[in-house]
């Protein structure tokens, strides 16, 4: 099976199952849970995902998110793709209140009492999903809007504030030197088709960086679509000391 397709139905897959994923990676949940100063399962995986951003980066977001699967499948209905703009900062500020609150919270509780990993689900998932669900189609509404006005991945690129754990994690990884996945470029190769640039579901000018031979961009979600879409061999999706 061909990387790409792969990709998109690992995606389409997580938002399906999105009603059942969110109890396990909902933002929400961590600071509800920190109230009672108790690490819930949705805690673990960010604390997981973190971790695993030291060398992977942002391929959560690219491979596995269930909303960045919603806004893929919507994002077929259009061609507008996000561009460099002040609202890139949006999700800095989001995360500063929300990381914020959940250290607040966990104060307030005295300190961390527990860990939890069935918190909220006491009488099972069967109970909330009907909320759940709910919630999830909400979400792909206004994702479905958000895209229609601002472009593809618009939340992954100007709104999520879990994917700045994400891009420190991957910075830190820069930083000690731990081989990681990204982009490798290969200028000499690049005939400046923008076949790449096209292909990034956020709106990178891919082809500039690899003509600078400087891929790194915060923005990268490590799907690899734009190393998939070169038939010049000017990018490889795979590890390196440095990117």
Known sequence: MKRENLRRIIL??????????????????????????TIAACTLTFLILFILSLVIGRFWCGWICPCGGMQDIIGMGFEKKTKKSPLDYLKYIFFIFWFGAIVLFFATA???HSINVLYNLDNGIGGLY????????????????????LGSRTFCRYLCPMCVFFIIGRKIGKVCKIPQLGLIPNAGNCIGCNRCTRSCPMGIEVSKMVRSG????S?????????????????RYGFKGKI
């Not at 923005?219 to 990018?235: D, M, P, R, V, W």
């Open 110 to 112: 005295g300190g961390i």
């Open 12 to 37: 389409s897959t997580t938002a399906i199952f999105m009603p059942i994923l969110m109890f396990f990676m909902s933002p929400i949940i961590i600071v509800m849970a920190a109230g009672e100063g």
């Open 214 to 217: 400087d891929t790194y961009d």
């Open 219 to 235: 923005n990268c979600i490590n799907c690899g679509a734009c190393s998939y879409n070169c038939k010049k061999g000017a990018l």
């Open 130 to 149: 009907p909320a759940m669900l709910y919630l999830s189609w909400a979400m792909f509404a206004a994702l479905f809007v958000l895209t229609a006005i």
